[in-house]
């Protein structure tokens, strides 16, 4: 049987704080609709897309990005932070109707900067698929506490091929510990690209990854004037097999 494949993308929004250091929502919305709609995405992970701190209020309008995009914005009132949120501390999903969802979680991750991830099993053409998108902390340590949370998160959850997409803020492409298969459970694998700073990359803070039997493939940084602008992140996509 052929592999399905989804096409998958990350990007760190900054709280729509560009790289010239100005806020601008509707630039963010512009460099989606310009640089990402155009990829057919069948996942679209965005991070810092709340308010950094309480009540962690929108940012930008996910409604305008849900009907350029063609996905769905999946956060109802259970899946946001709270009332005045989009989505989980930051963390914002949008998904094709394709994907039948029967599962979604929102996990809450330790450390001194409240940090979270958001979880969802769906049925991809009779095909099992969990999405995962997070945006991990600074700290090497804490990174390496929050993969191992995942990882217990999952341990407790079925068997089945898991995506997880997002600001990991690890610049090593190696990754050390914290994608351990002994500390997560699972090998969470696929190559590094650097995303950050967007005018300059260096470093590989955004990463697509997958379990076996999948595999992330055609990995790119997504490179266009507006969305250099629109974030000091660079989007990231990729195209994940789903055997």
């Known amino acids: 049987m052929q592999a399905e494949q989804l096409r998958c993308a990350t990007w760190n929004i900054h709280r729509a704080k560009g790289s010239d250091g100005n806020v601008d929502p509707a630039r963010v919305v512009e460099a989606i609709d310009h640089s990402l709609t155009p990829l057919g995405l069948h996942v679209l992970a965005l991070q810092e897309a709340d308010g950094e701190c309480r009540p962690h209020a929108s940012v930008v309008n996910v409604q305008e990005i849900a009907t350029r995009t063609g996905l769905e914005y999946i956060h109802d009132c259970a899946l946001r932070w709270g009332t005045e949120s ?7 999903l949008f998904l094709s109707p394709s994907l039948e969802r029967t599962k979604t979680d929102l996990i809450d991750l330790p450390g001194h900067c409240h940090r979270g991830a958001v979880s969802v099993e769906a049925t991809f053409n009779t095909r099992e698929v969990r999405i995962m998108s997070t945006h991990l902390s600074l700290s090497q340590p804490l990174r390496i506490i929050q993969m191992r949370t995942i990882g217990q998160y999952l ?3 079925p068997p089945m091929q898991t995506i997880l997409l997002g600001d990991l803020n690890e610049w090593r492409p190696w990754s050390g510990l914290m994608l ?5 459970g699972t090998a969470l694998r696929g190559p590094a690209r650097r995303t950050f700073p967007s005018r300059w990359p260096l470093l590989p803070l955004d990463r697509i990854l997958t379990n076996a039997p999948g595999k992330v493939q055609q990995l790119r940084t997504v490179t266009s004037t507006k969305v250099a602008l629109a974030s000091d992140h660079l989007p990231l996509e990729a195209t994940v097999t789903v055997p």
């Open 86 to 92: 989009d989505g989980f501390l930051g963390t914002i």
């Open 155 to 157: 341990r407790r959850r």
């Open 180 to 184: 351990n298969r002994r500390l997560i």
